[in-house]
């Protein structure tokens, strides 16, 4: 499986996060030649931890997106580009759009024009986000919805989302898009909520204190980030993904009350308060959202294989052993 990667050449854009990091162990095992690019911004979630066990695989650029003369150096020669560089923060795009514009709009054409004028043969993989959605007009929702985003990032990665497609088809430049759900898992990050309030329960968790579930009754749907990591891949090695938008999902649908309780049950203990919504995300909470992932799932071939509860075992066991690295 995916053996077409074997000595391709690889950038990925985002490459020390969540789940740049995750590809980059499965890439740099497929014996795929590796760099990985990531400006260390605090805020946005990359750690050199993330690739230990394979740092010496792949090749590491520490460098800006939004810097177009490094980007142009970066794509040349490569046959894949998988490009998750983005401000993932949906409270801190509100309280600073300018930033979240440059980096998930204008970094994003900036890339697109890297390629177009040094690499016009590239393959792109774009993560995008369910955020363009908004509040669902019905369940589960399906890439036919309305794109309604509810906040500032919502518009912004519509944007570079969209930017990916139309260079696709104007340019011909082999580009798709993955609208991710709340993708958890090993190397998420769990300092603060910025990039999935999940990984905040975790962290409480192993540090054995009470954590907040906010609102309670919202369903959600969850992708293991080894499912997410392998539907980029299946995106990446097959050409009737070209120019196609597909939603990730997950195996179950719950309450975040529910996951909570199984969040506990996983872990063997700990507890839990439920508030209500904080004034200021109130308004840009988009209620209950969960996938339908047919589309990928017939074109592709991808569904996701780890169950909630394993995703969840896998995510405290990892941070029971490595939390010190990601605080």
């Given at each position: 499986m995916h053996r077409h990667f074997q000595g391709k050449r690889i950038l990925v854009t985002g490459g020390l996060g969540f789940i740049g990091?995750?590809?980059?162990?499965?890439?740099a095992g497929?014996?795929?030649?590796?760099?990985?690019?990531?400006?260390?911004?605090?805020?946005?979630?990359?750690?050199?931890?993330?690739?230990?066990?394979?740092?010496?695989?792949?090749?590491v650029n520490i460098s800006d997106v939004r810097d177009e003369y490094s980007m142009q150096h970066l794509v040349q020669g490569q046959d894949f580009l998988f490009n998750l560089a983005g401000q993932t923060s949906h409270m801190d795009s509100m309280r600073d759009p300018y930033t979240d514009l440059e980096i998930n709009c204008r970094a994003q054409l900036?890339?697109?024009e890297a390629c177009r004028k040094c690499n016009p043969g590239i393959k792109i993989i774009f993560a995008s986000t369910r955020q363009l959605y908004g509040k669902p007009d019905y369940l589960p929702v399906d890439e036919k919805h309305l794109l309604r985003p509810a906040d500032v990032n919502g518009v912004n990665k519509m944007a570079g989302e969209w930017f990916h497609i139309l260079y696709n088809n104007v340019y011909g430049i082999r580009a798709c898009a993955l609208r991710l759900t709340n993708t958890i898992g090993p190397r998420m990050r769990v300092k603060d909520a910025r990039q999935t309030f999940l990984g905040i329960w975790v962290r409480l968790l192993v540090e054995g204190k009470p954590f907040e579930v906010w609102g309670g009754d919202q369903l959600r749907d969850f992708t293991f980030v080894d499912d997410a990591v392998e539907a980029f891949l299946l995106a990446a090695g097959?050409?009737?993904a070209n120019g196609q938008i597909f939603n990730l999902?997950?195996?179950?649908?719950?309450?975040?009350?529910?996951?909570?309780?199984?969040?506990?049950?996983?872990n063997g203990g700990g507890e839990f308060t439920v508030r209500d919504y904080p004034p200021d995300r109130k308004p840009i909470d988009i209620g209950d959202y969960y996938a339908d992932f047919t589309r990928i799932q017939s074109v592709?071939?991808?569904?996701?294989?780890?169950?909630?509860?394993?995703?969840?075992?896998?995510?405290?066991?990892?941070?029971?052993?490595?939390?010190?690295?990601?605080l």
């Open positions: 990091s995750a590809l980059a162990h499965r890439l497929m014996g795929a030649n590796v760099v990985l690019v990531d400006s260390l911004v605090p805020e946005y979630g990359g750690n050199m931890f993330n690739v230990a066990g394979v740092q010496d695989r792949v090749r900036s890339i697109l097959n050409e009737a999902g997950g195996d179950q649908v719950i309450s975040l009350r529910d996951l909570a309780e199984l969040v506990v049950q996983v592709l071939g991808w569904k996701p294989q780890v169950s909630l509860a394993e995703a969840l075992k896998r995510s405290i066991e990892y941070y029971r052993l490595h939390l010190k690295n990601y």
